[in-house]
Every structure is written in structure tokens, then in C-alpha cells.
């Protein structure tokens, strides 16, 4: 059975993070937080969808200790490190095993977010729907909804080139490439990692699609979504490195209604 590279992934994700200025997750975290203490929420409880290694979900709590935390992912690799990481940082949190498409938390929450390009990780359409369903039915009424995603018009440079990441005990290759018509792009990584006093290789490839703002927007739409605001974001200065996202937050409606039977939608 070939290995799922997110549970490779999971083993060095936290050093490879350690490489960049800051981590991603808390690079955008102010980004994400102006737009959940600036409008309604009907509760203080919040899932971080494909959470990772829980390093949103441990900023959140530093500064709102005082919110129901869950979170969501599909790989059991990626869980593992995020519940010793958690409980290392002394933060509670539900975490569940979940693709995005079967999302399905013990209660409904107040907002849903999903950090870091997640979502370009689902390279069908029909996955982007079921996914935008699933999440609207594990939201409180009216709850918000934020996620980023690579910018459109930036993804082919985004996905070009090759560059290295070095941390303590740590050497990251990754070599981008993008399909012609700009629709997929993909990441071929390959990771040295020293284990006591040697070092182990993984190669895995991860890749993504270019989600169209026209897609997005009707994806949302069936799923019984309002969009409130659409912006371009730099997580990092222009000085540190280029990540240009498009952060997106949306209100499920209040006379929202579950359209898993759509004709548009097999």
C-alpha cells in the first residue's frame, strides 16, 4: 500500500515550518482573527478544518482561551503530533479523523476555518462541493466561515521553480511545477532528516488545484453560503517571502438549505 505523503509530511512538518520566517499559521492568524472579532458569531466555538499538526489551533487558544476548540483532518499522521503538541502546550481541543467531504463534528460550532491553501488540496470539483456541504451542516446557524486559498492569478508563478528549507536537523528540496493551462500544479518534495546519527530520505509529491473564483463562489452558493468579503492577502512581508492568498468569509444563511441532491453535483 503507498504511503500517504500528508502522514509522511507530518513527521518533519513543524521543523520545515521552523525554516521560514514564522509559521504559516501564525503568519495569518492576524488575518483570520480581524475577521472573527469583527463580525457576529453566534458562539465562541471553532473547527480548524485539515488542522494539521494543531499550530492554528494553539495560536487561537493563546489569545482566546476562552473558546470551544475542535479540529479536523484526514490524516491520522498528522493527528498524532497535533494531540502531543496540544498537550504540551496545555490547550484542549477535540480532534477528529475526518476528510473534509465527511465532516461530521460531535456538536455544531460558531465558525469554521481552513487555514493555509487546504482547500486547493481537493483537486475535483465535486469534492469542493461536498466538502462546502459538510461544513455549512456543522455550523451553528448564521456561523462564519473563513478559509484562504492560492491566489488565482499568482498560482502558475506560485507553482514554478525550486527551493530549499533548512532547519535544525532538517534539509527540505521542493521542486514546483504547473500544468500549461494553469488548472493543477504540483510539489515534489524531498526530505533529508537526521535520526540520531544518520539521515533518512522521503520523497512524496502533494498537489493542488487552482480553484477559480467563479467556482468557488458557486460551490458556496449551493451549499447554502453568503459570501461577506473577498480580499487578496500577503501573509508574509514582501521581504520574508511571496505567498499570495485570497481570504475569503462567508455567513451560512439563515434560510439555508441542504441541497446534497443537486443535479449539478453527482
Given at each position: 500500500m503507498k504511503a500517504d505523503p500528508y502522514d509522511i509530511f507530518a513527521r518533519v512538518?513543524?521543523?520545515?515550518?521552523?525554516?521560514?520566517?514564522?509559521?504559516?499559521?501564525?503568519?495569518?492568524?492576524?488575518?483570520?482573527?480581524?475577521?472573527?472579532?469583527?463580525?457576529?458569531?453566534?458562539?465562541?466555538?471553532?473547527?480548524?478544518?485539515?488542522?494539521?499538526?494543531?499550530?492554528?489551533?494553539?495560536?487561537?487558544?493563546?489569545r482566546h482561551d476562552d473558546w470551544l476548540l475542535f479540529g479536523a483532518d484526514q490524516s491520522k499522521g498528522m493527528l498524532r503530533v497535533a494531540r502531543k503538541n496540544l498537550k504540551r502546550a496545555s490547550v484542549s481541543a477535540r480532534l477528529v479523523c475526518q476528510p473534509l467531504q465527511e465532516l461530521c463534528l460531535p456538536r455544531p460550532v460558531g465558525a469554521a476555518?481552513?487555514?493555509?491553501?487546504?482547500?486547493?488540496?481537493?483537486?475535483?470539483?465535486?469534492?469542493?462541493?461536498?466538502?462546502f456541504r459538510a461544513i455549512a451542516r456543522s455550523l451553528l446557524p448564521e456561523g462564519l466561515f473563513i478559509f484562504d486559498i492560492n491566489d488565482e492569478r499568482a498560482f502558475p508563478r506560485i507553482f514554478s521553480g525550486s527551493w530549499t528549507v533548512?532547519?535544525?536537523?532538517?534539509?527540505?528540496?521542493?521542486?514546483?511545477?504547473?500544468?500549461?493551462?494553469?488548472?493543477?500544479?504540483?510539489?515534489?518534495?524531498?526530505?533529508?532528516?537526521?535520526?540520531?546519527?544518520?539521515?533518512?530520505?522521503?520523497?512524496?509529491?502533494?498537489?493542488?488545484?487552482?480553484?477559480?473564483?467563479?467556482?468557488?463562489e458557486e460551490a458556496l452558493g449551493l451549499a447554502g453560503f453568503s459570501i461577506i468579503r473577498v480580499r487578496r492577502i500577503q501573509p508574509y512581508s514582501h521581504s520574508e517571502i511571496e505567498a499570495p492568498r485570497t481570504l475569503w468569509t462567508c455567513r451560512l444563511r439563515h434560510d439555508r438549505q441542504d441541497r446534497t441532491s443537486n443535479p449539478l453535483d453527482p
Open positions: 512538518y513543524d521543523a520545515w515550518q521552523a525554516g521560514y520566517p514564522k509559521p504559516f499559521s501564525r503568519a495569518i492568524l492576524p488575518f483570520y482573527e480581524q475577521e472573527l472579532i469583527r463580525r457576529v458569531v453566534p458562539e465562541h466555538s471553532l473547527v480548524d478544518l485539515a488542522c494539521g499538526t494543531g499550530t492554528f489551533i494553539e495560536a487561537w487558544a493563546n476555518v481552513c487555514v493555509f491553501d487546504s482547500l486547493n488540496h481537493l483537486t475535483r470539483l465535486r469534492d469542493l462541493r461536498r466538502s533548512e532547519s535544525a536537523g532538517l534539509f527540505v528540496s521542493i521542486v514546483a511545477s504547473c500544468r500549461e493551462d494553469g488548472v493543477r500544479g504540483s510539489l515534489r518534495y524531498t526530505v533529508f532528516e537526521r535520526r540520531r546519527r544518520t539521515w533518512s530520505r522521503s520523497d512524496f509529491s502533494i498537489v493542488e488545484r487552482n480553484w477559480l473564483r467563479g467556482e468557488v
